[in-house]
């Protein structure tokens, strides 16, 4: 009868082995917490984190200063999106190689956008356009800037000549940027000069990857417009 009591008692634990019991537990249960609150802080830091690319990094990094300033101001966003990478270098190429327009050279979207707000093309040209060739042109009033041959800024563009002497002959030494954007969030007169800005910033990097810098003449701030020339 006694062995039979003893065997149907479930063995006691010490009480050292209770302590050790329960503080493992203990330790367990805030660990746990721990790694959650951690996951969920990472979680929480992902979802605030802006997505896409800040205005000095789109185009390879040449929009820089006031511009990428501007460009901000412009499209009234942080950051920014591209279909391809782009790179000044591969443009710069194809300047010196042929006189064929680098379409897309620099496109920038804003998040989820269907159109670039901003896209940028660039080609080879024989000259540059005069008061007389605006007055025969179908544009209405250009804003003109004192920047490398001729800069200007129009409706819905803008538009610079720089000399960049080619290393082949039979390539024009002018090179010609213009820049389109659907979007604007500031009044004309400050869009006009965001515009330009934008474009000579890209434009003063790439030529910087020509070898012209000297010969483009383009500045690191874009001066006030010299002149505005409308139709009579």
């Given at each position: ?5 003893k065997?149907?008692q ?6 050292l ?13 805030v ?6 609150n ?10 605030e984190?802006?997505k ?45 190689s042929?006189?064929?327009?680098v ?39 250009w804003t003109?800037f ?11 563009g ?6 960049c ?20 969030s ?35 701030e ?11």
């Amino acid at each position: 009868m006694h062995a039979s009591l003893k065997s149907s008692q479930e063995p006691r634990l010490k009480p050292l082995a209770r302590g050790t019991l329960l503080i493992a537990s203990v330790s367990l249960l805030v660990l746990t917490s721990a790694c959650s609150n951690s996951d969920g802080d990472k979680e929480k830091a992902n979802e605030e984190k802006p997505k896409g690319l800040s205005a000095t990094k789109v185009c390879d990094a040449s929009i820089t200063g006031q511009a990428a300033q501007d460009l901000r101001k412009l499209t009234d966003a942080d950051t920014f999106e591209q279909t391809d990478e782009v790179k000044l270098k591969s443009v710069a190429e194809k300047l010196t190689s042929s006189s064929s327009t680098v379409r897309n050279a620099c496109e920038i979207y804003l998040p989820n956008a269907d159109i670039p707000a901003i896209r940028i093309d660039f080609t080879r040209r024989t000259e540059y356009p005069t008061r007389k060739s605006f007055e025969s042109s179908n544009a209405n009033d250009w804003t003109i800037f004192p920047i490398g041959r001729h800069t200007r800024a129009s409706g819905s563009g803008a538009d610079i000549y720089f000399s960049c002497p080619a290393k082949s002959k039979d390539l024009p030494d002018l090179v010609y940027g213009n820049l389109f954007t659907s979007k604007s969030s500031l009044p004309k007169n400050d869009t006009d000069i965001a515009k330009v800005a934008i474009l000579n910033s890209v434009s003063r990097n790439l030529a910087k990857t020509l070898g012209c810098s000297e010969e483009a003449r383009l500045p690191e701030e874009v001066p006030s417009p010299s002149a505005h020339w409308t139709k009579r």
